[in-house]
């Protein structure tokens, strides 16, 4: 989940998005501010990162004319594509590289082999199935919800330019 998570915030600093939050593990133990307004919190590391931006944790509409929303107006939709994406793409490759070189030195364990599974189909899962994330609300959007409205919304972009 850190590696899933921190291909996401790659990309929201690469493409000048606002980080609102970055947190690792479970039961908050330590929070700090950044100068850059971004709270990073460490907990106990179990399952559970997340980083979310400016637009995805507030109300869309009020942030769309901040150029470093993620939902900024003028944004192309290609920044939202790709950095919906890089988090499960961050963790797919690795994980698909290990069960690979694993598999190649001739690894016995079903432990390994679960566990790398159990990675590789949570972050397919991650990729294919687009819905609201209804344990956050629905105010939270899966990966691939991202993706799917993003390509949508580059779809028209390029229409409309023609």
Not at 35 to 40: E, I, L, M
Not at 53 to 71: H, I, V
Request: proline share 4%.
């Amino acid at each position: 989940m850190l590696i899933h998570e921190l291909g996401h915030y790659y990309f929201q600093i690469k493409y000048k998005i606002q980080v609102v939050l970055f947190k690792i593990g479970i039961f908050n133990l330590i929070e700090w501010q950044s100068a850059g307004g971004t709270k990073f919190v460490l907990g106990i590391p179990f399952l559970k990162a997340e980083s979310r931006c400016l637009g995805e944790t507030t109300d869309k509409e009020k942030t769309k004319n901040n150029p470093r929303s993620f939902y900024y107006v003028n944004r192309h939709p290609k920044e939202r594509f790709i950095t919906a994406l890089a988090g499960p793409m961050a963790a797919l490759i690795p994980a698909f590289l290990i069960l690979a070189i694993y598999s190649l030195l001739n690894g016995e364990s079903l432990t390994v082999y679960f566990l790398l599974l159990v990675v590789i189909v949570g972050e397919l899962m991650n990729l294919i199935v687009p819905f609201k994330l209804p344990w956050k609300g629905g105010a939270l959007s899966s990966d691939a919800w991202i993706a799917i409205t993003s390509l949508w919304q580059w779809w028209k972009w390029k229409a409309k330019k023609q």
